[in-house]
């Protein structure tokens, strides 16, 4: 964490909040806005910072300080390469405000190896053995780095040999394959096909550089005794929504969660789950639950995070609705805010990926303005997503890192501007 000692008029030191926040008593006289990168966390010089009528840069510490300013702000962020940012009823007096990279891949490395005693695994005659792959998730919400994809599906092993090839993220990563049995019926129609997971193998602890490979990693199966099965309740999603997908993880650190592709599985709210005393007595389960329609990620979409569960017995519980009255142009948007939500967004995309973000942090507003800092342009298609977002958390005291685990719910409306 960087710290820069300059002298305030309110007696408030400034800091970095760990992952971007707001705290440190309400705006008094002065407020102290750091400027991070979303990924990195390091500090971004000669951003451009907005508040009320005044513009300032960036320091060497990702630091601008404004003077005689009171009570909520709105605070407008523009920088090169990054996604425009603008945090409105803001009331804090030390903001810290990360910025997503708008271009660029994340670091990664090449990882293969072998799912040790492979050979050894029997299915019934007539089925096929396989196994997925995959690497832990770093717990930064939409992070690119959770999203790299392996070319030609190496990291999936059918048959009676494994030798699996995976792209992953950088930094401290586990590796964890789900066996299934696949049970064609007979018949080279795989639409009556059937597929059950039977067991799981990893490795935790792997140190990932960028562009560094590694070969030989050998996972280790987890045995019978550790494994039980896990149910899911979906409780009432939204009910246009009929689309549903799960994701059950294990929360191995702060950081770090191992993620279950249920979605392989037949019925995947009833399936084998490794116990999570397996990682260590601090892993907990968690259930990542999604409601969409057909268009899937291109239309309207709620996700339920349900963490650090003991037991797993799996309930999505509560759901956000969808946004309604939504209207958005390249300048305005308004929406009729979400029961539950605590706070509500807009982002704006176009072809090359995402232009501007506005998190509105006062529960009453249900507008907002484009300020002229960040205008969007004037011509080309635009997406729109107007989101709720749930959290139990004080908007004007918060750490996006340390209180990641308080987020439970996002749900989001698309609109397209011609």
């Known amino acids: ?22 705290g440190d008593g309400e705006i008094d006289g002065e407020v102290n806005v750091f400027v991070i990168d979303g990924s990195t966390d390091v500090p971004i ?55 997503p990279p708008t271009s660029g891949t994340p670091d990664s490395a090449t990882l293969s190896g ?110 019978p005794g550790n494994l039980q099965t896990a149910t899911i309740d979906k409780g009432m999603p939204p009910p246009a929504l009929t689309e549903l997908a799960y994701l059950v993880g294990i929360e191995l650190s702060s950081n770090e969660t191992a993620q279950i592709p249920t979605f392989i599985s037949t019925d995947p709210t009833n399936l084998l789950v490794p116990n999570r005393t397996v990682f260590g007595t601090d892993a907990m389960y968690r259930l990542t639950a999604v409601a969409q329609t057909a268009s899937g990620g291109m239309g309207a979409q709620s996700i339920v995070l349900r963490q650090g569960l003991t037991v797993p017995t799996l309930a999505a519980g509560t759901w956000l609705n969808t946004p309604t009255g939504v209207t958005v142009t390249r300048t305005t948007a308004s929406w009729t805010p979400v029961a539950g939500a605590l706070v509500h967004s807009v982002a704006w995309a176009d072809a090359t990926g995402a232009l501007l973000e506005i998190t509105v942090w006062e529960d009453k507003r249900s ?52």
């Open 114 to 223: 072998t799912i040790s005693g492979w050979e050894t695994l029997t299915v019934p005659n007539g089925h096929l053995k396989g196994a997925l792959v995959l690497y832990s998730w770093n717990n930064t919400l939409g992070s690119t780095a959770n999203d790299i994809q392996t070319p030609n599906g190496t990291n999936l092993c059918i048959g009676q040999t494994c030798n699996w090839t995976i792209e992953s993220r950088t930094g401290s990563v586990t590796l964890l394959a789900t066996i299934v049995d696949r049970d064609p019926k007979g018949n080279l129609d795989p639409a009556d096909d059937t597929q059950t997971i039977i067991g799981y193998a990893y490795k935790t602890g792997i140190i990932v550089e960028n562009g560094v490979d590694q070969t030989g990693l050998a996972l280790t199966q987890v045995e």
């Open 1 to 22: 964490m960087l710290v820069a000692l300059v002298a305030c008029s309110n007696d408030v030191d400034p800091r970095v909040i760990a992952g971007g926040g707001v």
């Open 45 to 99: 010089t000669n951003a451009t910072v907005e508040v009320g009528a005044k513009q300032l840069m960036t320091d060497a510490t990702g630091l601008a300080v404004f003077k005689d300013v009171d009570g909520p702000q709105t605070i407008t962020v523009k920088a090169t390469s990054y996604r425009s940012t603008v945090w409105v009823g803001v009331n804090g007096a030390n903001v810290t405000i990360p910025m």
């Open 367 to 418: 507008s907002v303005e484009v300020p002229s800092l960040v205008a969007l342009p004037a011509t080309g298609t635009l997406t729109a997503h107007v989101q709720a977002i749930g959290a139990d958390l004080d908007p004007n005291d918060f750490s996006l890192e340390e209180d990641s685990g308080l987020l439970w719910g996002v749900s989001a409306q698309p609109m397209s501007i011609p």
